[in-house]
């Protein structure tokens, strides 16, 4: 009895064995290649491009300033995991990305806007002999980002050759949906009366500059206007009947109420400099703005 169950036994153990060798063999997932990029929109730009073939860290969250950023002791340690680090030049970068390659000797810097023409910063100007500030939100320009997305296409394909393919055939549907939204946005600010809207912090220059508007700024070098400055502000907005205060997302409303107060009951409207979805930001900003046109 007991060596016809251990025949049984064995006729089972190996009844399995031929099982687990005929069943499929589940493919091996590619390795993630890590990459760290700077604020969000860059991110978003990344994952339409590479998809799951690598794992993004952002830096800049949302709410967070890339002007004064100091990066945390576990982004310092994903930092040293890293192959490729896209900046854009934000201003805390400068600081930081010789720490960066310190950290991480074999960390690759890449500028993802390499051949991006610049604008200045709203309301800003030489004085002094100081030098006029380039506005970082380059973002908020489609045309723009079709650089950016190039650049960052490039460098993925030149640091993991096996998937380049991939990588060019995301970044050529990336730029159909970048067109989607470009011509989204304009049939939405299209029938605008008005093309002059106020804002508290100058982020969206480049939309403006884009899509033929006139973006009023509050803040002047990243400081609170004076009493005289103020009153300009309040007075152009006036003239070009301004009944919206555009504040971004994260920071406090206090300035933005009071100005809104003295407009006669505009309407306070936050705004994400920085967003992580791209696509849905940009029309959502068209809405928000051909509503405060109207």
Not at 101 to 108: I, K, S, V
Not at 274 to 283: C, E, F
């Amino acid at each position: 009895m007991k060596d016809k169950l251990k025949v049984s036994r064995i006729i089972v153990l190996c009844a399995a064995l031929v099982l687990a060798a005929c069943a499929p063999v589940a493919p091996k997932q590619p390795e993630q290649m890590a990459v760290t990029v700077s604020v969000l929109p860059q991110a978003y730009f990344v994952q339409k491009i590479a998809g799951d073939l690598v794992s993004v860290q952002v830096i800049v969250g949302t709410g967070d300033s890339p002007h004064t950023y100091e990066p945390t002791a576990e982004q310092m340690r994903v930092m040293t995991k890293s192959r490729l680090y896209f900046s854009i030049g934000v201003e805390f970068e400068e600081a930081w990305l010789p720490r960066f390659m310190a950290a991480n000797p074999a960390l690759e810097i890449v500028d993802s806007a390499a051949g991006v023409q610049r604008l200045a910063m709203a309301a800003g100007h030489a004085e002094n002999g100081e030098e006029v500030e380039n506005d970082p939100h380059i973002w908020f320009s489609p045309a723009r980002v079709k650089i950016v997305s190039r650049n960052i296409a490039d460098a993925l394909a030149a640091a993991d050759p096996e998937h380049a393919q991939t990588y060019r055939a995301n970044l050529e549907a990336w730029l159909k949906e970048i067109d989607a939204v470009d011509a989204d946005v304009r049939a939405a600010l299209k029938s605008t009366p008005r093309s002059t809207f106020l804002v508290i912090h100058p982020a969206w220059g480049y939309f403006a500059s884009e899509y033929g508007l006139t973006m009023l700024s509050v803040e002047t070098h990243g400081q609170e206007p004076g009493p005289e400055e103020l009153g300009a502000v309040l007075s152009l907005a006036r003239e070009n009947g301004v009944t919206t205060v555009f504040v971004q997302k994260g920071i406090s409303q206090k300035l933005a109420q009071s100005i809104a107060e003295q407009l006669g009951g505009a309407k306070v409207v936050e705004l994400d400099p920085m967003p992580g979805d791209w696509s849905a930001n940009m029309r959502l900003l068209a809405a928000q703005l051909a509503e405060a046109l109207r």
